[in-house]
């Protein structure tokens, strides 16, 4: 398959057992082969069988299927705060370098709260890590999040899939430490979070590799590709400098990503 030719970071990609799919399982092999296939030069992954076995498992399946790839693939350790050993796990990940917390209130059952999340976002601000948490639902709506960003300044808040409307473009216009993540998002909501809140708030994102090519062939259910997620970006007739945030700076600077070569 050609090469994109440009430079380009997915904030939002997994490995692990996902969710729904009984002994489906990504591979950090899985997501290296996608993101080489198309010349991805890094993504940011945390491992889906936290919500679907545990956090212990999980993170330790990130750890170990991050490690075979550090050139192309950076850790994400994923928080349940349900599990009352959530904060000993994260720290233990954390030693091997991961970059950043990933949240998805809906698959892990709870509604996003100050009371729910305070433990978390203190972490987070005690770690200096930037915190990417799924947006959609009505228990996951980023006007939920309103407290906790305004006590804990100084940590970043990506809102993944922008949210179920316009809260999160709100939320990323109003607050100087909330970004966006254009996952699953139409063009359209892009553009208008652009000339919203700048092109300074939005990252790449699209759950990869589910649905991109692995080792063995297109993934099911669709075959996606990075090259038609960054055209209906490309499409919209953004300034370069604007695309380049979207695709590779912004991600470089909230996650302190380190990459080989760059």
């Known amino acids: 398959m050609e090469k994109l030719g440009f430079n380009l970071i997915d904030c939002h990609a997994h490995v692990g057992r996902l969710p729904g799919i009984i002994g489906h399982v990504i591979t950090g092999d899985d997501l290296d082969y996608a993101l080489k296939n198309e010349g991805v030069l890094y993504a940011l992954a945390s491992s889906a069988s936290v919500t679907t076995v545990g956090q212990k498992y999980g993170n330790a399946e990130a750890v170990r299927e991050v490690s075979k790839h550090p050139d192309t693939i950076g850790g994400m350790v ?34 996003v709260s100050k009371e729910a999340l305070d433990g978390v976002f203190s972490f987070a601000a005690k770690h200096k890590l930037p915190i990417l948490t799924h947006a959609l639902g009505e228990g996951a709506n980023p006007f939920r999040y309103i407290e906790l ?39 359209s909501a892009i553009w208008i979070a652009v000339d919203s809140a700048g092109s300074q708030k939005v990252l790449f994102g699209t759950d ?31 300034r370069e400098d604007d695309l380049e945030n979207i695709f590779y700076k912004n991600a470089v600077n909230i996650f302190k990503i380190r990459l080989k070569n760059k």
């Open 78 to 111: 994923w928080i349940n705060p349900h599990d009352p050993c959530w904060e000993e796990d994260a720290e233990a990940t954390l030693k091997h370098g991961f970059l950043g917390i990933k949240l998805h209130p809906p698959l892990d059952h709870y509604k």
């Open 149 to 187: 960003v305004e006590q804990y300044p100084d940590v970043n808040v990506i809102f993944a899939h922008f949210g179920p409307g316009v809260e999160g473009i709100v939320m990323a216009k109003k607050y100087d430490n909330v970004y966006l993540d254009c996952t699953g998002v139409s063009a």
């Open 208 to 238: 990869s590799p589910m649905g991109y090519k692995i080792r063995d062939g297109p993934d099911k259910p669709e075959y996606r590709t990075f090259k038609k997620a960054t055209d209906q970006i490309r499409a919209l007739g953004l």
